[in-house]
């Protein structure tokens, strides 16, 4: 996984996100938590791109080892890029936090930049997948990017050179035109996203996965007892007449 963390992709929300919006209709995105590649992907794009302004402080890096299937050289070489108080570099089983100045972060851009552990839960997982596609080039605003379904909210476009740059073709910003090409098709790019909102999904409930294991067992021990129960049944009431 790339090490690539660029003050240029940090995500700026406005205090308001988690509150706000328009009535734009939202597209619907496909999560499937079992999919540990596209997890991995997920946490790969997540890291590189808004983990340097953005905490999840609700979730621990070594949960990436029985949830994305990683091992723990895997996520401190590629997924770990903090330090401590003293120096170390952050260990593994701490909380996914950053090394931004909240202070200084208010000052700067008005707004401390929200941890996004809960986003998929609060807003759900088609806000996040539409909102994510709907950046459109807007010269007015002050990171020059605006949004279709939250309009003027203050943050940048951050995964423009991987979608490319484009504009609204009409007034009601139904259709868009392309100013320039991003390293990704649409299809990729629609892809690509999929897996950070598949992401953000899981981390918003990562006992979700162990729900969904442990529930499999316990559906097979109902129907396996449902059926002794019902021969048990048969065999009391037999010479009941």
């Known amino acids: 996984m790339s090490r690539l963390l660029s003050i240029t992709s940090l995500v700026f929300f406005s205090s308001s996100i988690l509150a706000a919006g328009s009535s734009a209709k939202l597209e619907r995105v496909l999560i499937d938590l079992g999919n540990k590649q596209s997890l991995q992907r997920g946490a790969q794009i997540y890291m ?15 949960k990436f080892t029985d949830h994305l299937g990683l091992n723990p050289k895997t996520i401190e070489d590629n997924l770990i890029f903090t330090t401590d108080s003293s120096g170390e570099k952050t260990k593994i089983g701490s909380l996914i936090l950053n090394a931004v100045n909240q202070s200084h972060s208010k000052e700067a851009f008005g707004v401390v930049p929200p941890d996004l552990s809960l986003t998929a839960r ?3 997982s088609d806000w996040i997948y539409t909102f994510l596609l709907s950046f459109y080039k807007d010269e007015s605003r002050p990171f020059g990017a605006n949004n279709k379904l939250y309009p003027n909210v203050n943050m940048p476009h951050v995964l423009w050179y991987m979608e490319g740059v484009k504009q609204p073709a009409d007034e009601e910003l139904n259709t868009f035109k392309y100013l320039s090409t991003g390293t990704h098709t649409k299809d990729e790019y629609k892809s690509s996203i999929t897996d950070l909102v598949n992401f953000l999904t899981y981390v918003s409930e990562p006992a979700q996965l162990d729900r969904y294991r442990i529930g499999f067992w316990v559906i097979l021990f109902l129907v396996i007892f449902s059926a002794i129960a019902y021969l048990l049944k048969v065999e009391y009431w037999k010479d009941v007449k």
């Open 48 to 62: 590189n791109n808004c983990a340097g302004c953005h905490t999840l402080k609700y979730q621990r890096y070594v």
């Open 122 to 124: 609060s807003r759900g």
